[in-house]
């Protein structure tokens, strides 16, 4: 088992940043994918950002140049790196882990899931 903890949501204006934490626990982090996921109200789950076990990294479209998602495997956790943010960005971010999956972008492919914690963007 793997237990993930989000943590660094709030409210912000537009065009301010913002760093989310992801604290695991439980099997060895460094063998696991890590990724962000988000969800708005009335909205599918979306992709926003992954980075493998060894430390490759992808983006959705929409975030490209703006998010930088980074892992530090001594503290167990992973982060993402909001700047320039837009009222789009507003939902609920959670943090994912799979040993496994080979479609980094697909929800399902993750085993393990957050709570998640909530950003708000303001115009």
């Known amino acids: 088992q793997v237990q993930l903890v989000e943590s660094g949501g709030g409210l912000v204006q537009a065009g301010g940043s913002l760093r989310l934490s992801c604290a695991a626990s439980g099997r060895t982090f460094s063998n696991y994918h890590m990724a962000w996921f988000r969800q708005a109200p009335g909205k599918e789950r979306e992709f926003v950002a992954a980075?493998?076990?060894?430390?490759?990294?992808y983006y959705a479209d929409s975030v490209k140049g703006r998010f930088t998602i980074s892992r530090d495997n001594a503290k167990n956790t992973v982060y993402l790196q909001m700047n320039s943010l837009k009222p789009e960005d507003t939902a609920v971010y959670y943090c994912a882990a799979s040993r496994y999956t080979s479609v980094l972008s697909d929800y399902g492919g993750y085993n393990y899931w957050g709570q998640g914690t909530q950003v708000t963007v303001s115009s």
């Open positions: 980075i493998t076990w060894n430390g490759s990294t």
